[in-house]
């Protein structure tokens, strides 16, 4: 394991450029790091539907690009504490608590600084993605996104000014609900500058039909990504 891990290091120390993918997932509570989509995984297959052949082309040394890889966790909000005992209040029905009977019970916390997908990305940029990923590891940063997850990645380059110059590209895939006009000038040239919007026009979302025909004109590359043949995976076709 030592000569692995040894052989990697060098291998990044040697490379010209360090670059680390960034992934902003969708806002849907059953949405867990790793997975694109659930309905793809569910009516296509797990590989379509799952990061893991993307994760290889990323981070494999042999068969990939040799980057890093940051999943983001948005959707993990609540956690339930430990079971402890606790006696039942007066106004709770007695059949169900007789009045002295303890009863085990667990509390729901809401994990701090994690109470929004805005929040998660800002907490994981201030304490992760800024003083490791760009400060320690030296690498330039490729963000990418999926539905609305590119609303955390305009979150970010609206809140943290200065974080466009560690960022060489970003991609945001299925990303409808953007408009040029709302954002800081800042913002956008510099979605105009390094994004690119995958849509797909008869995918796997609801709001694929409702694209705008003023997003064929739009000064952001746009890229059409599947057709009615053809079901939507951002893994394969981004």
């Excluded at 394991?1 to 992934?23: A, S």
């Excluded at 659930?38 to 893991?52: A, K, L």
């Excluded at 609305?148 to 466009?164: K, V």
């Excluded at 995958?198 to 039909?209: D, F, Q, W």
Aim: charged content about 20%; aromatic content about 10%.
């Amino acid at each position: 394991i030592e000569q692995i891990l040894t052989f990697q290091q060098e291998t990044i120390e040697n490379m010209e450029d360090n670059y680390c993918v960034i992934v902003f997932p969708n806002h849907k509570s059953h949405i867990v790091p790793g997975m694109w989509s659930r309905s793809v995984t569910y009516f296509d297959n797990v590989i379509r539907g799952t990061m893991f052949q993307f994760i290889e082309n990323c981070t494999s040394i042999e068969n990939g690009n040799g980057w890093g890889i940051v999943l983001l966790n948005p959707n993990k909000r609540y956690l339930e504490s430990d079971s402890f005992l606790t006696k039942p209040k007066y106004d709770e029905p007695r059949d169900e608590a007789p009045l002295g009977t303890e009863v085990v019970t667990t509390e729901t916390i809401t994990v701090p600084r994690n109470e929004s997908s805005f929040a998660h990305t800002i907490e994981m940029y201030k304490h992760f993605i800024k003083p490791v990923v760009i400060n320690k590891w030296k690498c330039k940063l490729l963000l990418i996104s999926h539905c609305d997850g590119g609303n955390d990645i305009i979150h970010l380059l609206e809140s943290q000014q200065e974080c466009h110059k560690d960022i060489i590209g970003i991609a945001m895939l299925d990303f409808y609900n953007w408009s040029l006009s709302e954002f800081t000038k800042k913002t956008k040239q510099i979605i105009e500058q390094k994004a690119a919007v995958y849509m797909s026009l008869y995918g796997s979302n609801e709001s694929a039909y409702g694209l705008e025909p003023s997003a064929n004109k739009s000064p952001v590359t746009i890229f059409r990504t599947a057709n009615k043949e053809k079901r939507y995976s951002p893994c394969y076709n981004a």
